[in-house]
Nanobody, 123 residues
C-alpha cells in the first residue's frame, strides 16, 4: 500500500485548505481511509475517516462542522477539505489506510501511512 499526501501549506485563520491522498497498491474495497495529525511532543491524533465504498464518515469533535472527508474512487484519492481553520489546527497531517480506522482505534494500531504534509494556520 502506498499513500501520497499533498496540499498542506500556510493559511491565515479562517481560511481553507484541501489535502489530497493518492492511494495505490491494492483494492481498497472494505477498507477505511483516514486523516490524522500530530504536533511535536504530542501523540498522533485522529481527525477523520471514511469507508471506501459507503458514505459513512466520522470526525474528531474538534473538527466537526469544519472539515469534510470525501473520496474520488476513479482517482483512488481521498481528500480532506478544511474550512474555518484555526491556529490550533496547525500540525503535520498524515493520510492513513487500514481495514479499520475509527475514533476508538489509536494511531499506533493503523498499519499504512503516507508521508505527512504540514498545515500551518497563522492568527
Amino acid at each position: 500500500v502506498q499513500l501520497q499526501a499533498s496540499g498542506g501549506g500556510l493559511v491565515q485563520a479562517g481560511g481553507s485548505l484541501r489535502l489530497s491522498c493518492a492511494a495505490s497498491g491494492r483494492t481498497f474495497s472494505g477498507w477505511y481511509m483516514g486523516w490524522f495529525r500530530q504536533v511535536p511532543g504530542k501523540r498522533r491524533e485522529f481527525v477523520a475517516t471514511m469507508d471506501w465504498i459507503g458514505d459513512s464518515a466520522y470526525y474528531a469533535d474538534s473538527v466537526k462542522g469544519r472539515f469534510t472527508i470525501y473520496r474520488d474512487n476513479a482517482k483512488n484519492t481521498v481528500y480532506l477539505q478544511m474550512n474555518h481553520l484555526k491556529p490550533g489546527d496547525t500540525a503535520m497531517y498524515y493520510c492513513a489506510a487500514d481495514q479499520e480506522i475509527s475514533t476508538l482505534k489509536p494511531a499506533s494500531g493503523v498499519r499504512y501511512w503516507g508521508k505527512g504534509t504540514q498545515v500551518t494556520v497563522s492568527s
